[in-house]
């Protein structure tokens, strides 16, 4: 089974890629859902999280409280950086063990080719099983609105979010295919499609 990397940051259209080679047959693995549901109590990943940075990450009835969390970790401060450096650590070895698992799925189902998609991917070493990486990227302000649009949080909150995360850079230099998608859905399945014909092969 083929083996492909997807990554990007927040805001670009990430999902929007995945849900475009989901249409076009492949198997894509959503790591940021992968995350969430490690995280449904009883869960070793969030017990980590618990002993990494106390009690109060949590809500009343136990579940992660991603406000909180954030708060400790996006923030333009030495210690706040040493926090995500924490919470990568963490997440990154739970995450991809999960990960492999699904591809096992995956591949014992049949399928020709699998997406992991994860904004991570490149940090995570994930990157080293993938036959190629692609990434998603669009321009700053153009990523803003649209998590002004989708995410229940201030504007502060998402700056601080885009600030701790890679340059444009960091993805040109480390992937193989680079989408910028600042236009149209039809244009980005356009994109996508390219992609597809330069990897060649039946997938």
Same mark, same amino acid.
């Given at each position: /089974?083929?083996?492909?990397? =997807?990554?990007?940051? @927040?805001?670009?259209?990430?999902?929007?890629v995945?849900?475009? =080679?989901r249409? +076009?047959?492949?198997?894509?693995?959503?790591t940021?859902r &992968?995350?969430?549901?490690?995280?449904?109590?009883? @869960?070793? $990943? =969030?017990?980590?999280? &618990?002993?990494?940075?106390?009690? #109060?990450?949590?809500?009343e009835?136990?579940?992660?409280?991603?406000? /909180?969390?954030?708060?400790l970790?996006?923030? !333009?401060t !030495?210690?706040?950086?040493?926090?995500?450096?924490?919470?990568?650590?963490?997440?990154?070895?739970?995450?991809?063990?999960?990960?492999?698992?699904?591809?096992?799925?995956?591949?014992?189902?049949?399928y020709?080719?699998?997406?992991i #998609?994860?904004? %991570? =991917?490149?940090?995570?070493? /994930?990157d080293?099983? $993938?036959?190629? &990486?692609?990434?998603?990227?669009?321009? +700053?302000?153009? *990523?803003?609105? *649209?998590?002004?649009?989708?995410?229940?949080?201030?504007?502060?909150? %998402? &700056?601080? *979010?885009? !600030?701790?995360?890679?340059?444009?850079?960091?993805?040109?230099?480390?992937?193989?295919?680079?989408?910028?998608?600042?236009?149209t859905?039809?244009? %980005?399945? *356009?994109?996508? !499609?390219?992609? %597809?014909?330069d990897?060649?092969?039946?997938?």
């Amino acid at each position: /089974m083929r083996i492909f990397g =997807l990554t990007g940051p @927040s805001g670009a259209g990430k999902g929007e890629v995945g849900a475009i =080679l989901r249409e +076009r047959g492949l198997a894509v693995i959503d790591t940021d859902r &992968v995350y969430h549901e490690l995280l449904i109590p009883p @869960s070793p $990943c =969030l017990d980590a999280l &618990v002993d990494a940075f106390g009690r #109060d990450i949590l809500t009343e009835d136990g579940t992660l409280d991603r406000a /909180m969390l954030a708060s400790l970790v996006f923030a !333009d401060t !030495d210690k706040a950086r040493e926090r995500h450096e924490t919470l990568n650590r963490i997440t990154h070895r739970f995450v991809t063990e999960r990960t492999s698992e699904l591809l096992d799925a995956y591949r014992a189902e049949g399928y020709r080719a699998a997406v992991i #998609d994860a904004p %991570l =991917l490149l940090e995570a070493g /994930m990157d080293a099983i $993938c036959e190629a &990486v692609i990434a998603v990227i669009a321009d +700053r302000e153009v *990523r803003l609105g *649209r998590l002004l649009a989708r995410d229940n949080k201030s504007r502060e909150a %998402l &700056v601080a *979010r885009l !600030d701790a995360q890679p340059d444009d850079a960091f993805y040109r230099e480390r992937a193989r295919f680079v989408i910028e998608n600042n236009g149209t859905r039809v244009d %980005l399945e *356009r994109a996508v !499609d390219a992609v %597809l014909t330069d990897l060649g092969g039946e997938i």
